[in-house]
């Protein structure tokens, strides 16, 4: 930051200099990234709400878990939670935050091809990440979550898209990633917390609803092929920003080349499959260059797809969707 009489004279010399400051290029966005505090909303049936998504988002394995005891209430299909991913319970910058995300739906979605709401894309996370069922729009917890991610946006405008917002874009290798030297790169730098066998650490007994202390990256209680960490580009850019614990965006720990291959090695293990993956993106031309899953319009093979280069699918289709994970 610099201090006021840093910057004092050369804005007095502009002036002097008759320069029209306003037509100066805007300098980056110095914007703080929001920290709202659910604890300092003031009691009552709004807080218990918001107290309550959050709970949702961060202990999701507790309270709509496959192993919790009222199997009418089990939602997701693992026991992961919705900020193993969306860190720090959605607040992390680059970290997938969900911090400015409730004014930016309704919005167009390739997925599907059509127009989506929040409680469209919460389902989706639900059905693919957390390898789960959708929960009933009405219902308790849908409107906690919904308070949750508005309560996120506070003081954001509607349709305003932070700088921060999923990951930060990663350099596209001119090579294929290479899923054998991920193994190593795994080996090195992740098996400490996801394990040697890569399917986490557990917080309690298999059947406690407990979740993980770390968790698994691949394997039956993972989530599923359909998942956005499914594609390579969304996957190896979160790791890079994120991984291993504790890593922020502006300083990453891994080289680009790492990322890419680690995420290869770990998208390349097996992990519960989602039908019907045929009929995502139904306007072809929409699909991701990195969509793991046939079929494709361009003549690319299938691992071209899953593991790069991407660029030169890019460059053959013209309104190709963009790199985010939707
Ligand atoms: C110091 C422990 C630690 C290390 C080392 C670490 N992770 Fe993680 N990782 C975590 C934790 C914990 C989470 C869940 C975040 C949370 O709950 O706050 C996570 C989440 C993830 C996720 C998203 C959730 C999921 O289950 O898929 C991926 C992907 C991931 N890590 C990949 C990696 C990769 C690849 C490496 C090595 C380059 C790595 N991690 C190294 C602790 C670690
Ligand atoms: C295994 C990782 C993972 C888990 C677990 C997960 N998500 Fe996601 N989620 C993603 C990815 C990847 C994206 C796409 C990010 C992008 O487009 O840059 C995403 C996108 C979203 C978005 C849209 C964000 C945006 O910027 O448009 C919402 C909302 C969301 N998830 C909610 C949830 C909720 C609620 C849960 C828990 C029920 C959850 N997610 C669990 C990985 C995950």
Redesign the pocket.
Known sequence: MPRLGDIGPTLLAALALGVAIAAAPAPPSRAAWPTPDADALPAGPWKDAVLYGRALFSDTSTLIGPEVANASMRFAGNN??C???H??GGTQKFGLPLIGVYGLFPTYIPRENEVRTLEDRIEGCLERSMNGRPLPIDSREMKAMLAYLQFLSTDVPVGRVLEGRGAPTLPLLSRAANPERGAT??LE??A???QMNGL?MRKGPAGSAAGY?????WGPD??NDGAG?HRLIV?AS??RAN????TTHAAPV?SVDDAWD??AF?NSRPRPARSGLDRDYPDRSRKPADAPFPPFLDGFPLDQHRLGPFQPILDATVGRSSRRGQ
Request: aromatic letters at 12%.
């Open positions: 992961l939670s900020q193993t991913c860190l720090k790169v795994f730098r992740c400490a917390c996801h986490g202390l770390f968790p698994p990256l993972s989530f960490m996957s979160f790791i991984m291993p614990l504790g891994l680690v995420a770990m």
